[in-house]
Nanobody
Framework: GQLLESGGGLVQPGGSLRLSCITS????????MAWFRRAPGKEREWVSH????????YYADSVKGRFTISKDNDRNTLFLQMNSLKPEDTAVYYCARFVGRTPGNYHYWGQGTQVTVSS
């Protein structure tokens, strides 16, 4: 399957962004989906994931209460609404078909979308 992330950009601390991930090549509605991120000089980390029906969501403690993951099975698209952004949220964000919180479980990553939080 293919994953195409978009929606990143430069935003001031406290601002918001909405990331999108358009997918193709697999039955999107049958799979849980996830967002990961890789900050400069750090390992890729799990951010959030959502069950295949788009009902149950999970978040890393660092983003809980600020980020919201959602899934539109009609449009084969995954979203990440990011509010109250902090400089430490600066990273390249990737979507993935969820197979666990460990990045090493994944063999394919899309290009990602860059999020920069800075004044």
């Amino acid at each position: 399957g293919q994953l195409l992330e978009s929606g990143g950009g430069l935003v001031q601390p406290g601002g918001s962004l909405r990331l999108s991930c358009i997918t193709s090549g697999f039955t999107f509605s049958s799979y849980p989906m996830a967002w990961f991120r890789r900050a400069p000089g750090k390992e890729r980390e799990w951010v959030s994931h959502i069950d295949r029906d788009g009902i149950t969501t999970y978040y890393a403690d660092s983003v809980k209460g600020r980020f919201t993951i959602s899934k539109d099975n009609d449009r084969n698209t995954l979203f990440l609404q990011m509010n109250s952004l902090k400089p430490e949220d600066t990273a390249v964000y990737y979507c993935a078909r969820f197979v666990g919180r460990t990045p090493g479980n994944y063999h394919y990553w899309g290009q990602g979308t860059q999020v920069t939080v800075s004044s």
